[in-house]
């Protein structure tokens, strides 16, 4: 069998994969650039399937890799959303409190953003009112005014359009099959490839890939469903976005209002553990091994109760009742009208890396590899927002040191 050569071959064209390919096509445009997509289009997973929130950065501690590349990459995706004629509402966002206990979080989020140098206002109930009518709050909320929100699919198909433009090949319908000795490796359809460098951002499928080339030892992929209700009544109930207080010990935001890059508002979204992997909706990408890891690293979190896992779970099976979903939006406006939720958006499946020897949830990117390959484990929320500075770290970090 015949064997092909490309001096970088990136496993994945999601946001990451995409970034990571337009940066090495600038700094090296010398050198070839393959990707591989296993489905027929980028963007058909978490790329894609994201709530499409540009966030500001304020949530996560000041020396987190998700504080830098989140408040970095918003401005640059603004950026490159004016430059080229995409769409983007920068409707702004504020956090509400429900209670005293709310609120003491509410401060540290302000204490975050402060030290991230986000730009964000802590606000009083007046001044709340005057940028968002129908959201309540207890005593303060935060006004965050560059958070903003795109269409992830349009950003991806402009990346990818640029890139094919550039002479960037993507290989598309075709996926990592197995790895076949030094930086070789066998694709779906049988095709052979060798690489100068492999960068695996395989998203859901990163853990078992970097497992191939001896890395994600400690580490394992937990699938998470998010879903979120459109509202389809007459009016928008909502200008911004309203978010609630989270709880800051896991790395949910908890149930919240998103208005859309065309001004449309959703609810949500769960946070449900997922069946398998790809688990969006019948039994479509049905894998009983993925169902039996899943359940059984799911049934040790439920009885070890890490990071409160049992109370997660159990808020999360019950907002399968429209209702009590619902519910948990009202407590953040005035009055929205709860018929109105009627249809559930396309589900998404967060990749969420769990470190098997201390049983934790990762808050913060991971990335791991050597002069041979690079394996992104951990690009979870908001890595759609970082993506640019991201791909530039990793190459700066661990795939050429110098290119960046």
């Not at 409707?91 to 730009?119: F, H, I």
């Amino acid at each position: 069998m015949q064997t092909e050569n490309t001096d970088y071959l990136i496993i994945g064209a999601g946001i990451i994969g995409l970034a990571l390919a337009g940066r090495i096509r600038k700094k090296k445009p010398g050198k070839t650039v393959l990707l591989l997509e296993k489905e027929p289009d980028v963007a058909a997973h978490s790329s894609g399937r994201n709530s499409g929130v540009l966030h500001a950065g304020f949530y996560y501690t000041a020396n987190s890799l998700k504080a830098r590349f989140t408040r970095d990459g918003n401005l640059a995706l603004r950026k490159y959303c004016g430059d080229n004629g995409l769409r983007l509402n920068a409707c702004g966002k504020v956090v509400v409190a429900g209670d005293e206990t709310e609120l003491r979080s509410l401060y540290e989020l302000e204490k975050r953003g402060k030290a991230n140098g986000v730009d964000l206002r802590l606000i009083d109930a007046g001044e709340l009112a005057a940028i968002e009518p129908n959201a309540k709050t207890f005593e303060k909320a935060i006004y965050s005014p560059t958070t903003a929100t795109v269409d992830p699919v349009e950003i991806c198909a402009r990346l990818k359009d640029r890139l094919l433009a550039s002479g960037t090949r993507i290989l598309f319908a075709e996926g990592y099959k197995a790895r076949a000795g030094d930086n070789v490796v066998i694709t779906t359809k049988g095709r052979r490839i060798r690489a100068g460098h492999i960068i695996n951002a395989a998203g859901l499928y990163a853990d078992k890939i970097a497992r191939d080339f001896g890395f994600s030892k400690n580490y394992v992929i937990i699938p998470f469903k998010g879903l979120y209700l459109e509202y389809c009544g007459p009016d928008a109930p909502l200008k911004i976005n309203v978010y609630p207080v989270p709880d800051l010990r896991n790395p949910f935001l908890g149930v919240h209002y998103t208005v859309t890059v065309d001004g449309r508002v959703k609810l949500g979204p769960t946070a449900i553990p997922a069946f398998w992997r790809e688990n969006y909706g019948g039994i479509a990408n049905f894998s009983l091994a993925e169902v039996l890891e899943a359940a059984g690293y799911g049934t040790r979190l439920f009885l070890t109760n890490a990071f409160g896992f049992r109370s997660l779970a159990l808020d999360e099976v019950r907002k399968y009742y429209k209702p009590f979903f619902v519910g948990l939006g009202l407590k953040l406006v005035n009055k929205i009208d709860a018929a109105g939720f009627t249809r559930w958006t396309r589900p998404g499946i967060r990749a969420q890396l769990l470190n098997t020897a201390t049983f934790e949830l990762v808050q913060d990117f991971v990335v791991e590899g050597d002069k041979a390959s690079t394996h992104i484990l951990n690009a979870v929320s908001p890595a759609f927002t970082g993506s640019f500075p991201f791909a530039a770290w990793i190459l700066d970090n661990y795939i050429d040191p110098g290119i960046g």
